[in-house]
């Protein structure tokens, strides 16, 4: 098992950059694969981005790619979404999972969660 706690979320003007960090406790952290997902109010959820469990391999959803950034530090346990030239349309709730063994970009496959983080992009 692990629990995952999101920060670095809040206000950011439009081409501004955001670094939002989920810090898991538990034990054998880098046996779970990551993804960050984000929902915005009156919308499904929406798949952002994954990273392997060595952080060798990372997926990201369409409408963000070349944009965002996934990693991971296993040493503090840690995984990380950098945000760059953000949008109005990237404001949304950003929650991270953890997923046992390989990465995936189906949510249903992720069994833990957590609280999730509020980014609101300004124009």
């Known amino acids: 098992q692990v629990q995952l706690v999101e920060s670095g979320g809040g206000l950011v003007q439009a081409g501004g950059s955001l670094r939002l960090s989920c810090a898991a406790s538990?034990?054998?952290?880098?046996?779970?694969?990551l993804g960050w997902f984000r929902q915005a109010s009156g919308k499904e959820r929406e798949f952002v981005a994954a990273?392997?469990?060595?952080?060798?391999?990372?997926y990201y959803g369409d409408s963000v790619k070349g944009r965002f950034t996934i990693s991971r530090d296993n040493a503090k346990n840690t995984v990380y979404l950098q945000m760059n030239s953000l949008k109005p349309e990237d404001t949304a709730v950003y929650y991270c999972a953890a997923r046992w063994g390989g990465s995936s970009y189906r949510d249903r496959e992720y069994g833990y969660w957590g609280q999730g983080t509020q980014v609101t992009v300004s124009s």
């Open positions: 538990g034990r054998t952290f880098s046996n779970y694969a």
């Open positions: 990273i392997s469990r060595a952080g060798g391999t990372t």
